[in-house]
């Protein structure tokens, strides 16, 4: 059974029709990659799913049950975290205060501290950095930021949108690595990427969205395969 299942999914912004009936589904273990050009309907997917837009149609089910209409907080507290495009962190918070926000839906608070640990073992520079102010910090802390916070959530399916947005080829690669642990020790993936090269290589399975309908799908080696695919968005 499929952790995420997206059934015919519609999203309008008005009278415009963002996301045009859209499929999909993401299996327990697997890293998953939404990939499409600028305006094709990536993040509007990831937020609607998360509860952050109002669906015109469709179903979303998560672990066999229906989260269609499930308010976002709800949705935290049963196992999916996004961390959105852009970061989104506390910018006047030090970076253990927005370690403590993530945790806020954790009903069982005795095992923080080890939590905050397993982060900051994963993430050595933020524990560097652990009273620093985050809005301080460099475009790569704060991804590792906002994927730290949100793992302090203990989510089973982390979403992650644009994580190597704005970011050096060597912090790229970092960031790539980081999902690939993350996913290694336990967690399903949903990535939305404008880097397809590098999220094919890491995928089990992927989606590619024009204009809100998904037109191709398949593994992430038959996709970064397609002679489509690859005129598109791999540069030839």
């Not at 620093?132 to 959530?153: H, K, N, P, Y």
């Not at 037109?215 to 970064?224: A, I, M, N, P, R």
Request: proline share 3%; net charge neutral; hydrophobic share 40%.
């Amino acid at each position: 059974m499929a952790l995420l299942e997206v059934k015919n999914l519609e999203v309008y912004y008005g009278v415009i029709c963002a996301l045009k009936g859209i499929s999909f589904e993401v299996n327990r273990g697997e890293i998953v990659t939404l990939i499409g050009a600028n305006g094709a309907g990536k993040t509007t997917t990831m937020q609607s799913v998360v509860g952050l837009i109002p669906k015109r149609g469709g179903q979303v089910l998560y672990n066999g049950k229906e989260i269609t209409h499930t308010p976002c907080h709800k949705i935290v507290r049963l196992g999916m975290t996004q961390v959105p495009e852009g970061r989104r962190i506390f910018q006047e918070l030090t970076v253990y205060e927005n370690l403590l926000m993530g945790a806020y839906s954790v009903k069982d608070s005795s095992g923080f501290k080890n939590d905050i640990e397993a982060v900051y073992t994963r993430f050595p520079r933020l524990a560097e950095r652990r009273n620093q102010i985050a809005g301080t910090l460099s475009g790569g802390e704060q991804q590792m930021l906002a994927m730290g916070r949100a793992l302090m959530s203990h989510p089973d399916l982390l979403m992650l949108d644009e994580p190597s947005m704005g970011l050096s080829p060597l912090l790229v690669d970092q960031v790539f690595e980081i999902i690939k642990d993350i996913n290694r020790d336990g967690t399903t993936i949903l990535l939305v990427e404008q880097n397809a090269g590098k999220s094919l290589a890491i995928s089990d399975r992927a989606y590619v969205l024009e204009n809100g309908r998904i037109v191709l799908s398949g593994t992430g080696k038959e996709l970064s395969e397609s002679e489509m695919v690859r005129k598109a968005y791999l540069g030839g």
